[in-house]
């Protein structure tokens, strides 16, 4: 029986390029989406991968979503978490529900899908635990400090749990993407775009292929030395 791989956030952007890449590497996977059902829907009838409509955020719809995924399908050995939104604007423009919103989902939704698998894969020897970062988690960006806030701290915690986990099989890995050719990034406007674009030295934007194949790697038996670090895919944006 081939291992069972969730992806939250998994049907748009990067996180359905991932789920893609998994599945071309034999997993079994399954997708988790916050509330477009038609593309859930979409993507399900494409890809031939099942799609969970679970609130990341929300602790116990966590545990019963994991509980559910369980049942269906198997016990959950890989953990992808992908899921995350944006609420930009400067402290003083930002209200406390724009930053509680992003911490809740983007920081909150690792510690709720890893606090839902990580004792099975403890109990099994092994396991897989690979949270998406952000380059502006690692040297900030303007208008964004729950941003910036919620993926650094998925940095933090990627190292912390490594350790938590290493001597049970399980590995913690962070992927730090730059500025991917999204509709995330679509959206933002094209005079700050080619601003962007100017700062990335392979100029051009990355490709949500390329993320997924970073974390493929790092699923994969291969990268079962690899734990605790965060893979920077950005153009040599950013380098430290």
């Not at 991932?18 to 079994?28: A, R």
């Not at 099942?50 to 959950?76: F, M, N």
């Not at 992908?82 to 690792?110: F, H, P, Q």
């Not at 502006?136 to 912390?160: D, E, L, P, R, W």
């Amino acid at each position: 029986m081939s291992k069972i791989a969730v992806v939250t956030g998994g049907t748009r952007g990067i996180g359905r390029a991932i789920c893609k890449s998994l599945k071309d590497d034999g997993f079994t996977v399954v997708a988790i989406y916050a509330g477009n059902e038609e593309k859930a829907r979409s993507f399900t009838d494409e890809c031939g991968i099942p799609a969970y409509k679970v609130d990341v955020g929300d602790h116990e719809a966590v545990l019963a979503g994991c509980k559910k995924i369980e049942e269906d399908v198997g016990p959950i050995d890989i953990v992808v978490n992908n899921a995350g939104i944006t609420r930009d604007g400067t402290l003083l423009k930002m209200s406390y529900e724009e930053w509680d919103d992003v911490m809740r989902i983007n920081l909150g939704g690792c510690f709720n899908m890893a606090k839902a698998t990580f004792a099975g894969m403890k109990d099994r020897k092994w396991g897989r635990i690979i949270n998406i970062g952000s380059i502006n988690g690692q040297a900030g960006q303007y208008g964004q400090v729950n941003y910036a806030a919620a993926k650094s701290g998925i940095h933090g915690f990627t190292k912390a749990l490594a350790q938590e986990g290493a001597r049970s099989g399980i590995t913690v890995n962070a992927i730090a993407p730059g500025y991917i050719d999204t509709d995330m990034v679509a959206a933002v406007p094209e005079n700050v775009l080619e601003k962007i674009v100017a700062r990335i030295p392979v100029g051009r934007l990355g490709q949500a292929e390329e993320i997924a194949r970073g974390v493929s790697f790092l699923a994969s038996e291969d990268g079962g030395f690899v734990t605790g670090s965060t893979l920077s895919i950005n153009g040599g944006q950013h380098m430290y």
